[in-house]
């Protein structure tokens, strides 16, 4: 049977199952990219294929579709991304909040975009409190005309991640419709339970 892709390389090929940056490859480019440059236009390519991905499901099915299917997604990508976070520092599950404040922040400053206006407070020693300024989902949603039937899935990821740490909590508000839309501030308040 001849390849589908002829003048690509065969995965077999000891080459292919290198790390890329362990292949001998030549730059032949004088640009370069520090590495938070990279980090940020892979986040913002991300951020914009997701909100693609949203607006292209939410036209074709509707929202009465996109709005569950995106919150699925979301908090399956933050147990999927912050477990791996946690093998690659070969962390354990937080048992208090200074253990995982570190870990939290270390997950902020890895996945989340620059651009994420919000503030966080940690209020005692169970409590953290989030308060977002300027929410682009807020603003993508309005811009789409969407924003009426739109859920939270910034913080569905974010409840993800506290899955990924098994950690058991409760969050206050109710998030089943956006709080900017609702003329409310986004302040948000988790209260973990420790072992």
Request: aromatic share 14%.
């Given at each position: 049977?001849?390849?589908?892709?002829?003048?690509?390389?065969?995965?077999?090929?000891?080459?292919?199952?290198?790390?890329?940056?362990?292949?001998?490859h030549?730059?032949?480019?004088?640009?370069?990219?520090?590495?938070?440059?990279?980090?940020?236009?892979?986040?913002?390519?991300?951020?914009?294929?997701?909100?693609?991905?949203?607006?292209?499901?939410a036209?074709?099915?509707?929202?009465?579709?996109?709005?569950?299917?995106?919150?699925?997604?979301?908090?399956?990508?933050?147990?999927?991304?912050?477990?791996?976070?946690?093998?690659?520092?070969?962390?354990?599950?937080?048992?208090?909040?200074?253990?995982?404040?570190?870990?939290?922040?270390?997950?902020?400053?890895?996945?989340?975009?620059?651009?994420?206006?919000?503030?966080i407070?940690?209020?005692?020693?169970?409590?953290?409190?989030?308060?977002?300024?300027?929410?682009?989902?807020?603003?993508?949603?309005?811009?789409?005309?969407?924003?009426s039937?739109?859920?939270?899935?910034?913080?569905?990821?974010?409840?993800?991640?506290?899955?990924?740490?098994?950690?058991?909590?409760?969050?206050?508000?109710?998030?089943?419709?956006?709080?900017?839309?609702?003329?409310?501030?986004?302040r948000?308040?988790?209260?973990?339970?420790?072992?």
């Amino acid at each position: 049977m001849a390849p589908v892709f002829p003048n690509f390389p065969d995965r077999r090929d000891p080459l292919w199952l290198k790390p890329f940056a362990e292949r001998n490859h030549k730059m032949t480019t004088s640009f370069k990219l520090t590495k938070a440059e990279l980090r940020e236009i892979l986040i913002r390519n991300w951020m914009t294929h997701d909100s693609l991905w949203y607006n292209e499901v939410a036209a074709k099915f509707g929202m009465a579709e996109a709005r569950p299917m995106n919150l699925r997604v979301c908090r399956r990508l933050g147990r999927i991304e912050f477990k791996r976070l946690m093998k690659m520092v070969n962390a354990q599950p937080p048992a208090n909040i200074e253990e995982y404040r570190q870990l939290f922040e270390l997950a902020r400053d890895t996945f989340v975009p620059d651009f994420m206006d919000f503030r966080i407070e940690y209020a005692d020693n169970d409590t953290q409190l989030f308060q977002v300024e300027d929410c682009f989902a807020f603003r993508g949603m309005s811009k789409a005309g969407l924003i009426s039937e739109y859920q939270c899935g910034i913080f569905e990821r974010i409840e993800g991640w506290f899955d990924a740490m098994g950690l058991k909590y409760e969050r206050t508000p109710d998030l089943s419709r956006c709080l900017k839309f609702q003329g409310k501030e986004c302040r948000i308040a988790v209260r973990f339970h420790f072992k």
